[in-house]
């Protein structure tokens, strides 16, 4: 690998686009280009309407040792860093608003730190049941930054404080227990499957798959507005050319191919 070598390959399969970490030798330890190479493809998600999800995977063994804090860390501590470049939009969803599209990650190997984090901020995980699971950023004189004291507690309290304030490693076992991946399937086989669940989700219509999930994300946040905007949105949906087609197909009793409008 070279300085000009990417660190994240990009793929485009049909309406999925695949994003993987490509830096093997460092275990795709996360350096700041790293990072925002993927921002960048985040960014093309989001904007192009003909992109329906994405689905991100790592090449190689595991899927990120974490941090590479030998370049993050002096950064860090000036203040010196940039995340999120110019079109891109943060895959954790903290300093940009979140991808509005959804995304399937795909882990195997060891993933820690930010990749449990990159975890709970996709939308649906599979897991090798090899992986291996650590938020040891304690043991290393840090805390979690990219979204696991937001979003970690969510699925449990005592659940989370277990492994974030320990740092001690948990298997695929334990990350589907406590709702951290959802499917754990055979090692060799995890991105296969992710690309069947993203599949299924571009089948869809993809401006209903885009607003049922501002609705969840917007429950998290504020349930009333959640609420509020329902009837709305669902209104709009209804007046859409998919929704009058999806009508049609259903009365006739065959599928149709959803557009986008």
């Known amino acids: 690998m070279t300085e000009t070598t990417p660190r994240v390959a990009i793929e485009r399969r049909g309406p999925i686009l ?9 275990r795709n330890a996360a350096d700041e280009r790293m990072l925002q190479e993927l921002a960048l493809a985040y960014g093309q ?3 192009d309407p003909s992109l329906r999800a994405g689905v991100v995977s790592a090449r ?3 899927f990120t040792a974490g941090l590479d804090l030998a370049d993050i860390a002096p950064k860090l501590a000036t203040g010196r860093i940039r995340l999120v470049p110019d079109g891109g939009l943060d895959p954790w969803g903290l300093q940009t608003v979140p991808v509005r599209k959804p995304v399937v990650l795909a882990v195997q190997g060891t993933c820690l730190t930010l990749g449990i984090e990159l975890a709970l901020a996709s939308d649906i995980v599979v897991a090798a049941d090899s992986t291996v ?6 043991a290393r004189g840090i805390m979690p930054f990219g979204g696991a004291t937001v979003r970690f507690p969510r699925l449990g309290w005592g659940d989370a404080m277990r492994w974030v304030l320990t740092g001690d490693r948990f298997d695929a ?6 709702g951290l991946v959802q499917e754990v399937v055979p090692a060799g086989t995890e991105l296969e499957r992710a690309f ?5 989700i571009a089948a869809q219509a993809p401006l209903a798959v885009q607003a ?3 609705a969840a994300r917007e429950a998290l946040v504020d349930t009333a507005d959640a609420v509020g905007s329902l009837l709305p949105t669902v209104q709009r949906l209804g007046m859409t050319n998919d929704a009058r087609r999806a009508a049609e197909g259903y009365l006739a009793g065959r599928p149709i191919a959803f557009e986008g409008n």
């Open 133 to 138: 699971f650590a938020q040891l950023e304690v």
């Open 60 to 62: 190689g063994e595991h």
């Open 173 to 178: 076992a334990e990350a589907h227990r406590i």
């Open 45 to 47: 998600l989001d904007r």
């Open 18 to 26: 695949h994003m993987a970490l490509d830096r093997v030798d460092k």
């Open 196 to 200: 069947e669940l993203a599949e299924r």
């Open 212 to 214: 049922t999930l501002a």
